[in-house]
T-cell receptor, first 112, second 111 residues
Framework: GENVEQHPSTLSVQEGDSAVIKCTYS??????FPWYKQELGKGPQLIID?????GEKKDQRIAVTLNKTAKHFSLHITETQPEDSAVYFC???????????FGKGTRLHILP | EAGVAQSPRYKIIEKRQSVAFWCNPI?????LYWYQQILGQGPKLLIQ????????DSQLPKDRFSAERLKGVDSTLKIQPAKLEDSAVYLC?????????FGPGTRLTVL
């Protein structure tokens, strides 16, 4: 089955700097890659996603890149702000109504 | 639109007791998932429903866990008897298409 690896497990960046989280997946049949943000006491919230027919997608300060050949995908957050502090999960799926397989998460700390 | 609703939000029980969690998905979402999230880890799928049928329950410990979605809308997840290692957050999610929406979760503590 699909296996998603995520690193780093913890990341601290100065406010205003950029943060990058990297993931790899094992199953070449996966074609949908969402990223979730989870704040304390809440369920994961979808922040951005990318499909395998696209190499990059951007939404304001957040961007995601996908290298389908290498089975790598990454989340980039620019101009980080205190409210970006949370746990971020990458995930992979085979598409419509298919189960989401999660990485182990990255705890992001934005330092003042 | 209203999000995925779950109850209770917190539950504390002793080992060997039973417990049940309830989920109401987003209206119109045919697919419903139950995930288990142990502290410090990513969510792990327990069971997936499509309407009232089970699509995937390969990771559900069937000797103690059960789930149902009788009318294809609400769902319940039950643990009987509970073990210490069942302490976790149980997340319900629903989808229509590729975007999966999660509820706030039920935090279970087994003493």
């Amino acid at each position: 089955g699909e296996n998603v690896e995520q690193h780093p497990s913890t990341l601290s960046v100065q406010e205003g700097d950029s943060a990058v989280i990297k993931c790899t997946y094992s199953d070449s049949a996966s074609n949908y890659f969402p990223w979730y943000k989870q704040e304390l006491g809440k369920g994961p919230q979808l922040i951005i996603d990318i499909r395998s027919n696209v190499g990059e997608k951007k939404d304001q300060r957040i961007a995601v890149t996908l290298n389908k050949t290498a089975k790598h995908f990454s989340l980039h957050i620019t101009e980080t702000q205190p409210e970006d502090s949370a746990v971020y999960f990458c995930a992979a799926s085979m598409g419509r109504d298919d189960k989401i397989i999660f990485g182990k998460g990255t705890r992001l700390h934005i330092l003042p | 639109e209203a999000g995925v609703a779950q109850s209770p939000r917190y539950k504390i029980i002793e080992k060997r007791q039973s417990v049940a969690f309830w989920c109401n998905p987003i209206s119109g979402h045919a697919t419903l998932y139950w995930y288990q999230q142990i502290l410090g880890q990513g969510p792990k799928l327990l069971i997936q429903f499509q309407n009232n049928g089970v699509v995937d329950d390969s990771q559900l410990p069937k000797d103690r866990f059960s789930a149902e979605r009788l009318k294809g809308v609400d769902s319940t997840l039950k643990i009987q008897p509970a073990k210490l290692e069942d302490s976790a957050v149980y997340l319900c999610a629903s989808s229509r298409g590729t975007s999966v929406n999660f509820g706030p979760g039920t935090r279970l503590t087994v003493l």
